[in-house]
């Protein structure tokens, strides 16, 4: 589908530049991490690429015309459908209930099929969201933290079926979390309101 280019970006929110002449390349087929500390616009670059947010300069060339798919910091779930059926709110008509509950069962979700989604924690709850992103038909897929609130043991077990379901897509994957980086990541990105660094 092509490479994503970023070029002389730049956003301010109050006057304050959160990043300024901002390059970098997507690459089409590969996971790209973005690491950064809190205030460096790491959410903010995901939502001017993912067309939620406009820049004040520079130009995103390449997004045209494709898929999105997104992970948010928030969950973005409709509380009073169940598990499953959040998740068929994103999938393509013929695709059947056994895809969903294959990924439910390997996210430790397969009692929780028929269960409202405002009844589940909120580890239960993340895990929807990522299933969800996971099986949504996508040219790019978006996680902003997306293992935020799981426990260490669950974490692994996730983020092993992530990296089995994106090999060969394009994803940008935001986290703080070194070792998840370290599982996940083809291409690093270091972002710093000063530099950026490609590892």
Known sequence: MGDIHIRNLSKSFGGKKVFDGLNLTIKSGVTTCIMAPSGAGKTTLLRILMGLEAADGG????????????????????????????????????????????????????????????????????????????????????????????????????????????????????THDRAEAAVLADEMVELTKNKLTIA
């Open 59 to 174: 130009r995103v060339a390449g997004s045209e015309g494709k898929r999105f798919s997104a992970v948010f910091q928030e969950e973005r779930l409709c509380e009073y459908m169940t598990a499953a059926d959040n998740i068929r709110l994103v999938l393509p008509p013929l695709t059947g209930l056994p895809v969903i509950l294959e990924g439910m069962d390997r996210l430790g979700l397969s009692g929780s099929r028929d269960q409202p989604v405002s009844e589940l924690s909120g580890g239960m709850r993340r895990r929807v969201s990522i299933l969800r992103a996971l099986l949504a038909e996508y040219d790019v897929l978006f996680l902003d933290e997306p293992f935020k609130g799981l426990d260490e043991a669950l974490k692994g077990q996730v983020m092993a079926y992530v990296k089995e379901k994106t090999a060969g897509k394009t994803v940008v994957f935001v």
